[in-house]
């Protein structure tokens, strides 16, 4: 996770709720049963590990964010503060499931490599998350509007947005047979203004301002960005990307040390 983006549970809930609310589809992709024990990687506040404990799963949830697996814990999620790049399990679980977080990972083999240690023999790793021009709109605007101010943003950058092949290419050389992957696009109504999102998302770009001259370029990116995302009514938008896979552990062999 970057270092410079924090989460503050209320904030996430107000401004991105609609990140869980449309997990469905992945959630559909996993087909957990009742009595397997998943790992929810990226769990956040725990809302999407919710719905697995209501299906009879066995949950434990981990995230790079204290405040997140605290919020996680009070919907009595087995939640566990942890670098998603840097997994502490062994063979311990029949799939990992993974909602809008590993494009906050960038060291994605790293996590692959995890991910397979921490599956049992046959255990399946299925998620989503950004993909090859996830936000790109959104990005360009915030790198000009840095880059104006004699700034480079990207390296700045927290964010990892691979394509289906690539990531297919990754998760084979980790091990995993890919029975699934997909680029989706899906422009997603915001429940307010693009700031919102902005505040929410983008710190690790804000950061390399003083906080005072912050609200100016946050100003500036929303108007760059309203000719973009924004109809007429004043509804906006963000220019998601997703991709979606399904991959799995063959049973005859060993996960990658």
């Known amino acids: 996770m970057s270092s410079t983006q924090s989460w503050d549970p209320e904030r996430y809930a107000r401004n991105a709720r609609f990140v869980s609310d449309l997990g469905q589809p992945v959630l559909e992709l996993l087909a957990a049963q009742p009595g397997e024990r998943v790992l929810d990687l990226g769990c956040g506040d725990g809302v999407l590990a919710e719905k697995l404990v209501a299906l009879g799963t066995r949950v434990v949830g981990v995230d790079g964010s204290a405040p997140q697996v605290a919020a996680a814990r009070g919907r009595g999620i087995d939640a566990h503060v942890m670098d998603g790049q840097a ?105 307010g203004e693009i700031r919102a999102w902005l505040e929410t998302f983008c710190e690790s770009f804000t950061a390399a301002l003083a906080p005072a001259d912050r609200p100016a370029l946050l100003d500036e990116v929303s108007a760059a960005l309203r000719p973009e995302l924004c109809d007429r009514e004043g509804r906006w938008s963000a220019d998601y990307v997703r991709l979606r896979f399904s991959a799995w552990l063959p049973v005859s062999l060993t996960p990658h040390p």
């Open 87 to 191: 997994l502490a399990f062994e063979r311990e679980f029949d799939a990992v499931f993974s909602n809008a977080a590993l494009h906050w990972m960038r060291e994605s083999d790293l996590v692959i490599r995890g991910v397979a240690r921490a599956l049992r023999p046959g255990g399946r790793f299925v998620g989503e998350f950004g993909g090859h021009g996830c936000v790109a709109k959104i990005v360009a605007a915030v790198e000009a509007a840095l880059g104006r101010r004699g700034i480079d943003a990207a390296r700045l950058n927290p964010w990892y947005f691979p394509t289906a092949a690539e990531y297919a290419a990754r998760l084979a050389v980790g091990g995993f047979e890919v029975r699934y992957i997909a680029l989706i696009p899906r422009p997603t109504p915001l429940p």
